[in-house]
C-alpha cells in the first residue's frame, strides 16, 4: 500500500499564483486603454470605429489563441506554455508603448492578447494537479479575482501614472514587470506536484490524455451539446462588462456625467472589484451546494435586470457606485461557468474545454468593442472636446442596447444546460 504525501496548499497557491499573475498582467492590459483613450485618439490620429479595432486587436487574438491554448496547456504543460507567453506578452508591451505608427501598435496589441491568452487555461490546468477537484470552482473564482485586481490597477492607479510620466513610459515600465514574471515562473514553478515529491491531484482518467490527438480532444469537447450552450453563456455575459469597463465606460461617464477621467476610472473599477469579488464568492457556494445550473442561471438573471436598470432607467451619479458594483458582483457567475463546463465533458480534455468556453469570453468582446465604436461614429454629431470627438447620450444609449441584448441571451442559453451536481463526467473516450 502506497503512501500519499500532499503538498501544502501554500506551496500550491505559490506554483499556482506565478501563473495567475500572468492573468493579472493579461487583464491590466485588456483595459489599459479605457484611461487612455484621449491620447491614443490624439497620437494616432483615430476616431473611434478605429480605437475599438486597436483595442480589440488584443481580444481577436485572445479569442483565436483560445483552443490552442488549451492543446497546448495539455501538450507541453503550464509551466513552459506560461513562461514562453510572458516573455513574447512582455515584447508586445514594448512594441505597443514605442510605436510611432499605428500598424506597430496594433501588432503589439495583437501579441499581447495572443500570449496572454493562455493564462486562464494554464491556472485551469495547474489547479487540476495542484488542488483536490472540490475546490476547482473556487480556485477559478480567486483566478477572476487576480485579474480584475490587474483591471483595477489599470484604473486610477494608471491613469495617474500617465498623468504623470504618459502613457508610453508607463506602459513599458508594465512590460519590465511581465519579463520579470517570465523569469519567475521559469524558474519555480512546476507542472505535477510530483516533480516536487509529493502525489498529485490529477485523475486517474487523464492518463488517458496520453491516447488522445488535439484533433481528437478538440472533437470529443465540440460534440457536446452542453459545451456550446456554456460557450454562449459565458461569452454573452461576459463581455458586456468587458466593453464597458475595459473601453467605452471611463468616456461615456466623462462625456455624459462630466467626470474626470480618474473619477471615470473609479467607477469602472468598482464594477471591476465586485467582479473579482463575486467570482469567488459565486463559486464557492456552487462548490459549497454542489450545483453549477441553479447559481449560474440566477445571477445571469441578476445582471441583466441590472443592465436594463442602467440603460432604461436615468440613474443619479451617486447611484452609480451600488449599480456598477451590483452589476459585476453578479457577472461574476460565469466562474461557475468554466467548472460546469469541465464537468460536461470528460477529464481527459479539461485544457482543451477550458480553451474552448475562455473562448467566448474575450471573442464575444473582440466583436462588441469596434461595433460600439461604429455605432458611435454613427451617432457622433461632430462635436470635438481637445480635438476628440465627443459623443452624445444619445448616441451611447444605441450603442449600449447591444450590451442589454447579450445578458438576455445568456440567459436563454442556459436554460437547457443539464445540471452536472459537481461531479466529472464518467463517459467512455
Known amino acids: 500500500m502506497t503512501s500519499e504525501?500532499?503538498?501544502s496548499p501554500l506551496l500550491g497557491w505559490i506554483m499556482w499564483g506565478l501563473?495567475?499573475?500572468?492573468?493579472?498582467?493579461?487583464?491590466?492590459?485588456?483595459?489599459?486603454p479605457a484611461v487612455m483613450v484621449d491620447e491614443l485618439m490624439a497620437d494616432f490620429q483615430i476616431g473611434a470605429a478605429v480605437l475599438g479595432n486597436l483595442s480589440a486587436a488584443y481580444f481577436y487574438a485572445y479569442a483565436a489563441m483560445q483552443i490552442p491554448s488549451g492543446m497546448l496547456a495539455d501538450a507541453i504543460g503550464p509551466r513552459r506554455l506560461s513562461a514562453y507567453a510572458a516573455l513574447i506578452a512582455s515584447l508586445g508591451?514594448?512594441?505597443?508603448?514605442?510605436?510611432?505608427?499605428?500598424?506597430?501598435?496594433?501588432?503589439?496589441?495583437?501579441?499581447?492578447?495572443?500570449?496572454?491568452?493562455?493564462?486562464?487555461?494554464?491556472?485551469?490546468?495547474?489547479?487540476?494537479?495542484?488542488?483536490?477537484?472540490?475546490?476547482?470552482?473556487?480556485?477559478?473564482?480567486?483566478?477572476?479575482?487576480?485579474?480584475?485586481?490587474g483591471g483595477i490597477l489599470a484604473g486610477i492607479p494608471l491613469s495617474e501614472a500617465i498623468a504623470l510620466f504618459g502613457w508610453r513610459s508607463s506602459m513599458f515600465v508594465s512590460g519590465l514587470v511581465t519579463l520579470g514574471g517570465a523569469l519567475l515562473i521559469w524558474v519555480v514553478v512546476r507542472d505535477d506536484p510530483s516533480e516536487r515529491g509529493y502525489t498529485s491531484f490529477a485523475y486517474a482518467a487523464t492518463v488517458d490524455e496520453q491516447k488522445l490527438s488535439a484533433g481528437q480532444a478538440l472533437k470529443l469537447v465540440m460534440k457536446k451539446r452542453d459545451t456550446w450552450l456554456l460557450f454562449f453563456a459565458?461569452?454573452?455575459?461576459?463581455?458586456?462588462?468587458?466593453v464597458f469597463a475595459g473601453l467605452w465606460?471611463?468616456?461615456?461617464?466623462?462625456?455624459?456625467?462630466?467626470?474626470?477621467?480618474?473619477?471615470?476610472?473609479?467607477?469602472?473599477?468598482?464594477?471591476?472589484?465586485?467582479?473579482?469579488?463575486?467570482?469567488?464568492f459565486l463559486g464557492a457556494?456552487?462548490?459549497?451546494?454542489?450545483?453549477?445550473?441553479?447559481?449560474?442561471l440566477l445571477t445571469n438573471v441578476c445582471a441583466t435586470v441590472l443592465w436594463g436598470m442602467f440603460l432604461f432607467v436615468e440613474i443619479p451619479q451617486p447611484l452609480l457606485y451600488p449599480l456598477f458594483a451590483a452589476m459585476g458582483f453578479f457577472s461574476?457567475?460565469?466562474?461557475v461557468g468554466f467548472a460546469f463546463a469541465r464537468e460536461a465533458n470528460h477529464p481527459a480534455v479539461a485544457g482543451t474545454v477550458g480553451g474552448v468556453v475562455n473562448m467566448s469570453?474575450?471573442?464575444?468582446?473582440?466583436?462588441?468593442?469596434?461595433?460600439?465604436?461604429?455605432?458611435?461614429?454613427?451617432?457622433?454629431?461632430?462635436?470635438?472636446?481637445?480635438?476628440?470627438?465627443?459623443?452624445?447620450?444619445e448616441a451611447y444609449f444605441f450603442a449600449f442596447l447591444w450590451l442589454f441584448g447579450c445578458v438576455l441571451l445568456s440567459v436563454l442559453a442556459l436554460i437547457p444546460v443539464a445540471e452536472t451536481k459537481c461531479q466529472m463526467s464518467t463517459e467512455e473516450l
Open 5 to 7: 504525501r500532499y503538498a
Open 19 to 32: 501563473v495567475a499573475n500572468l492573468y493579472l498582467v493579461g487583464f491590466f492590459q485588456r483595459v489599459a
Open 93 to 149: 508591451i514594448f512594441a505597443f508603448a514605442l510605436s510611432p505608427y499605428l500598424w506597430l501598435a496594433y501588432l503589439g496589441r495583437f501579441m499581447i492578447g495572443a500570449s496572454v491568452a493562455v493564462a486562464f487555461v494554464a491556472c485551469m490546468k495547474l489547479a487540476g494537479h495542484w488542488f483536490p477537484t472540490n475546490r476547482f470552482a473556487t480556485i477559478t473564482g480567486v483566478a477572476l479575482l487576480m485579474g480584475n485586481l
Open 234 to 242: 459565458g461569452g454573452l455575459s461576459a463581455a458586456p462588462l468587458l
Open 249 to 280: 465606460g471611463v468616456p461615456y461617464l466623462t462625456q455624459i456625467y462630466g467626470m474626470e477621467r480618474s473619477q471615470a476610472a473609479g467607477f469602472t473599477s468598482t464594477m471591476l472589484l465586485a467582479w473579482a469579488i463575486g467570482g469567488p
Open 285 to 296: 457556494i456552487s462548490d459549497r451546494f454542489k450545483r453549477r445550473k441553479l447559481p449560474y
Open 332 to 335: 461574476g457567475g460565469l466562474i
Open 361 to 393: 469570453i474575450l471573442g464575444f468582446a473582440a466583436l462588441l468593442q469596434p461595433l460600439l465604436g461604429f455605432i458611435l461614429d454613427r451617432h457622433w454629431d461632430g462635436t470635438l472636446l481637445g480635438g476628440t470627438p465627443s459623443y452624445s447620450a
